[in-house]
């Protein structure tokens, strides 16, 4: 087909969709001729606020209208007529007719009139009502007609209750999410409505919609459908009639029904013209669906959805979604010709806790190929998404023991350099803490043997780490790395002069290697091809299963006591009244004595030249396996030195009407830490850390900063040496304590207009679920697409700003970065809001991620602008569109630039 045929027929579509609506053509029942007689007034009796019950066994004579009862064997109506009125209630002189002055309210079964003038035919079974003018001549008290929880509203209502035939003038109800209005509509005994000169709309003005679809007739049946015959738009009163349907079928039914799913159209630049989202609905079940739907470019590009709920109550909730997309770009044959395969797979579950307490099976699968963002991303963070995670996870516990078992399987992937590791599976059986030496009946104080404590931990895994395009392509059980390692540690814990800590402990490791290494040494008569260089280490990998099991027995002692210091103001006006200052010093020493054999036999050594000298190295020979092993040849010791600082303040405050005072936290923590190895023969220090942060403001500003400083200098390769940087360094006093290897700032704040009177202020980030009116959640029909029309128009304003500061200088060479992200969103007026978002980059100057976002409400209608000016997304979207969900997708004026035509 050429090209400029497709094009033709592209435009074709665009206008058959929007007359879509079309689904099926139904005749339609002609309005009969109903006579609207006037019903003569008898004479009033004096009776107010009374409420008459009338068992009517009358046999009813036929009416020479349509709402008179043929052929029926049927003489009277077997349900009480209950009528009453605060006003009067007044019966003819011969007690056949009943009329009812405001307030008036008849009922009969589920059937329930209400206005403020009824008249009740009780020899042939009709009532009628209407509204009365008040003083303004204003018509009040309309009719309010409702039958098994359908309601609608009226000028004037007459209806036989025996044959349950209504005649209705300019009747007003709601159906589903539109409304419907009628000059003249007729009620037939099957619950049905015909209509003449009837208005669909969305708009919830009743006495005058901003816009409706003109119906010249149309038949209702509530709950199901709407079917009308020829209708056009009519828009602020001004119709439009070249915008109409010859038919119309409206799907109103309130419980899910399949169906199909009408597409969105549009054009794009480089795609060309599209449909999207559309395909078909499957209501499967009360607690399942699917909706499978496609997406069509005229240029070849294409893709489809699958998407599957299974919600059962309070036992769990599954979700999947399979999609594959191809994208296509230029023409086959040409230079810049593209053709990208993708898929995408997402599946969470997650169990009712109340389901089964002591088994739980919960999943949250993402996985997609590595270019499935870059050509198929509808947000700017899916876009700057670099890993993905999934996680299926099995857990099971026995009630009164103290035995756990779980089963998982882990995935992750990096979609810069495209690799993924996937773990399959991981599997741990763990035993609570248990004191065995404990009495069953505990009194008094426990002896200290009664605190000595044992646990079980187990992990067997197996996992691999691969490029994704290999992942399923070749991949053998040997290239998956596996093993087994468990752990019995017994401990107890004894306090000795109030504040020291004394914990012994042995521990018993077993891990099971499915290959180790041999014997290591270095060939200098090897020849590298690739480096063109002679040398190189030899080891040999036996591949056999070995167990190796150590059992190391350790001591610690610690302390950490608390230490107060105040600082009271003597002055009683003073705004200060107290400033508080908490240190805890925390000193920690740990000692593992040399294991000899018991650690020897795994390590291995080999001898290498190092200049003019031979050097012998040690190794692991189970440094190639999964697990490490956990010691080395020789004792270990280590003290850790740490020192931690709490600062606040108390201030007098008026708000506070029960103390009269306020704390206010000045710095909620700093620390600064560090440990030094006993048994290093070198580079006995480990770096400086501190650590600090604070929030101003009653928490409106959060403050948090980090620092790492190596005490020890560097040679000029950047290698670290057994020498002080205090000993080299020429600088100042804090200069001269070692090398600044790392430090970062973060600053944030978030300012929202006043809070409502319950100190409440709404946020839009909180993920919510959407649910109907009974609390259960929307089909997959009905959330395929996020709600563009919710904008919370309850917070005039809100700013939040971030700043990032990261330094870095491992070596010599240093690494700043500085990074502003401010976002917000204003209520200009109550109708309009602007929202926005952005980052810069101060360090190289440019912005990035910026999005900007302007939304009118328009009542019933609504129009969004959507703004991405700079990065590889840059974009617009603007549309005017009707809210309602029912026809969004049909009455909208879309005009945009979808980032896919910058490729």
Not at 170 to 191: A, I, M, Y
Not at 212 to 235: R, T
Not at 237 to 245: Q, R
Request: glycine share 6%; net charge positive.
């Amino acid at each position: 087909m050429h090209k400029n045929s497709i094009i033709k027929l592209f435009s074709k579509l665009r206008i058959l969709v929007f007359s879509s609506i079309v689904i099926l053509v139904l005749p339609l029942t002609s309005f009969s001729q109903v006579s609207r007689d006037v019903v003569k007034t008898g004479t009033r009796l004096n009776q107010r606020t009374d409420t008459t019950t009338i068992p009517v066994n009358e046999k009813s004579t036929r009416l020479d209208d349509s709402l008179s009862t043929k052929n029926t064997n049927k003489s009277f109506i077997d349900t009480k007529v209950i009528y009453s009125a605060t006003d009067s209630i007044v019966l003819s002189r011969d007690s056949k007719m009943v009329y009812l002055y405001n307030k008036a309210k008849v009922e009969y079964g589920d059937i329930t009139l209400e206005a403020d003038y009824i008249v009740y035919d009780q020899e042939h079974n009709i009532v009628f009502a209407q509204g009365v003018e008040d003083t303004l001549g204003n018509l009040v008290g309309k009719p309010v007609f409702t039958e098994k929880g359908d309601k609608f509203d009226a000028k004037t209502i007459k209806y036989n209750f025996k044959t349950k035939k209504g005649f209705i003038e300019e009747v007003f109800t709601e159906e589903e999410d539109g409304f419907l209005h009628s000059q003249v509509t007729k009620k037939l005994e099957d619950n049905s409505f015909l209509m003449k000169n009837g208005k669909y709309t969305t708009c919830d003005d009743p006495s005058h919609p901003h816009f409706y679809l003109s119906m010249s007739k149309a038949k209702i049946i509530p709950g199901e459908k709407i079917i009308s015959s020829y209708s056009y738009l009519v828009l602020q009163d001004i119709p439009f009639k070249i915008l109409f349907i010859p038919f119309g079928y409206f799907p109103s039914q309130k419980d899910q029904t399949s169906g199909i799913l009408i597409p969105k159209y549009g054009e794009e630049s480089r795609r060309g013209f599209f449909l999207q989202d559309g395909g078909y609905y499957f209501g499967i079940s009360d607690m399942m669906d699917l909706a499978i739907t496609a997406d069509i470019f005229s240029e070849g590009s294409w893709g489809t959805d699958l998407r599957y709920r299974f919600i059962k109550r309070y036992k769990f909730n599954s979700n999947l979604s399979v999609k594959y997309n191809e994208f296509i770009k230029g023409d086959k044959g040409l230079p810049d010709y593209l053709k990208s395969k993708d898929i995408k797979i997402s599946w969470t579950h997650t169990q009712d806790p109340k389901a089964n307490p002591t088994r739980k099976f919960s999943a949250n699968v993402n996985y997609s190929t590595s270019s499935y963002e870059k050509y198929n991303s509808k947000t700017i963070e899916d876009l700057n998404t670099n890993t993905k995670s999934s996680n299926i996870s099995y857990s099971k516990s026995w009630p009164g023991r103290p035995f756990r078992l779980t089963a998982q399987l882990n995935h992750s992937q990096n979609n810069q350099t495209n690799n993924v590791n996937l773990t399959l599976p991981v599997v741990t059986f763990n035993m609570d803490r248990q004191y065995p030496f404990r009495r069953k009946n505990t009194s008094g104080e426990l002896k200290w043997y009664e605190n000595i404590e044992v646990s079980y931990k187990s992990k067997l895994e197996n996992r691999i780490t691969t490029a994704d395009s290999l992942l399923f392509n070749g991949t053998k059980f040997s290239d998956f790395e596996n093993g087994f390692q468990h752990n019995i540690p017994i401990s107890t814990n004894i306090k000795i002069l109030k504040y020291f800590n004394l914990s012994p402990q042995v521990e018993y490791t077993g891990i099971l290697y499915t290959s180790y290494l041999g014997n290591r040494y270095y060939d200098y008569n090897y020849y590298n091809e690739d480096k063109n260089t002679y040398g190189a280490l030899i080891t040999d990998t036996i591949n056999e299963l070995k167990y190796a099991q150590l059992v190391t027995p350790s001591i610690s002692l610690g302390v950490g006591p608390n230490i107060y210091g105040m600082y009271a103001f003597k002055n009683p006006n003073a705004k200060i009244v107290a400033v508080r200052h908490v240190v805890t010093p925390s000193v920690a020493i740990s000692y593992r004595p040399d294991l000899g054999n018991m650690v020897d036999q795994y390590y291995g050594k080999y001898d290498i030249l190092s200049g003019d000298e031979w050097k012998t190295i040690e190794y692991s020979k189970f440094e190639n396996g999964l697990y490490r092993f956990p010691a080395t040849p020789g004792q270990s010791g280590t003290v850790s030195l740490s020192l931690n600082n709490n600062l606040e303040m108390k201030i007098r405050s008026d708000k506070d009407t029960v103390t009269g005072m306020r704390k206010i936290k000045l710095i909620e923590g700093l620390k600064i830490g560090s440990s030094y190895n006993i048994f290093a023969d070198s580079l006995n220090w480990s770096p400086i850390s501190l650590s600090g942060r604070t929030t101003l403001f009653n928490d409106k500003v959060n403050i948090n900063a980090g620092a790492s400083i190596d005490p020890y200098a560097i040679y000029e390769n950047g290698r670290k040496y057994n020498e002080y940087y205090w000993n080299v360094s020429d600088g100042n006093f804090f200069g001269r304590i070692g090398r600044l290897t790392n430090f970062n700032l973060s600053i944030d704040f978030r300012l929202n207009s006043p809070q409502d009177s319950k100190g409440n202020i709404k946020d839009k980030d909180q993920e919510t679920e959407l649910l109907d009116e009974f609390g259960n959640p929307l089909p997959i029909a009905q959330i395929q697409q996020p709600i563009v029309g919710y904008v919370d128009f309850d917070i005039p304003w809100n700013l939040s700003v971030g700043y990032n500061y990261n330094y870095s200088k491992p070596a010599f060479e240093k690494n700043i970065t500085q990074t502003l992200q401010l976002s917000g969103d204003f209520s200009l007026t109550k109708k309009w809001k602007l929202s926005f978002r952005t980052n810069y980059d101060i360090t190289n100057r440019e912005l990035s991620s910026t999005s900007i976002n302007i939304h009118r409400d328009l009542h019933c209608w609504e129009m969004t602008f959507s703004w991405i000016p700079v990065g590889r997304m840059q974009s617009y979207n603007f549309q005017i569109n009707v809210k309602a969900s029912t026809l969004r997708d049909f009455l909208k004026l879309p005009k945009k630039r979808t980032w896919q035509e910058n490729l």
